[in-house]
């Protein structure tokens, strides 16, 4: 059975940091796109970033880039999406998706799911 654990989420201050991490097992993803994607209460999923399986191009949504870093490593077969200088807005379920396609990660669609962790950013 094929499956992606997150962890890492929790409660944060504004301006604090979470790292949250990605576990997969069943298959090999080494070959495979990677991402996380969030969804806000009241509204609609959104893409948060990806990393392609060289680990070589990475892509943010505009929101985030320059607060949040994505990285993998294939060996362990796991993502990890470090959270830098968090906002209230940033308050949402994030899921790992992992996909042969880059673009469909991008266009909030995969493949493969997580069943999501809570991040919330309140003072």
């Known amino acids: 059975q094929v499956q992606l654990v997150e962890s890492g989420g929790g409660v944060v201050q504004p301006g604090g940091s979470l790292t949250l991490s990605c576990a997969a097992s069943?298959?090999?993803?080494?070959?495979?796109?990677m991402g996380w994607l969030r969804q806000a209460p009241g509204k609609e999923r959104e893409f948060v970033s990806t990393?392609?399986?060289?680990?070589?191009?990475?892509s943010y949504a505009d929101s985030v880039k320059g607060r949040f870093t994505i990285s993998r490593n294939n060996a362990r077969n796991a993502v990890y999406l470090e959270m830098n200088s968090l906002k209230p807005e940033d308050t949402a379920v994030y899921y790992c998706?992992?996909?042969?396609?880059?673009?469909?990660?991008?266009?909030?669609?995969?493949?493969?799911w997580g069943q999501g962790t809570q991040v919330t950013v309140s003072s």
């Open positions: 998706v992992a996909d042969a396609s880059i673009d469909r990660i991008r266009g909030v669609s995969a493949s493969f």
């Open positions: 069943g298959r090999t993803f080494s070959r495979d796109a």
């Open positions: 990393i392609t399986w060289t680990g070589l191009a990475r």
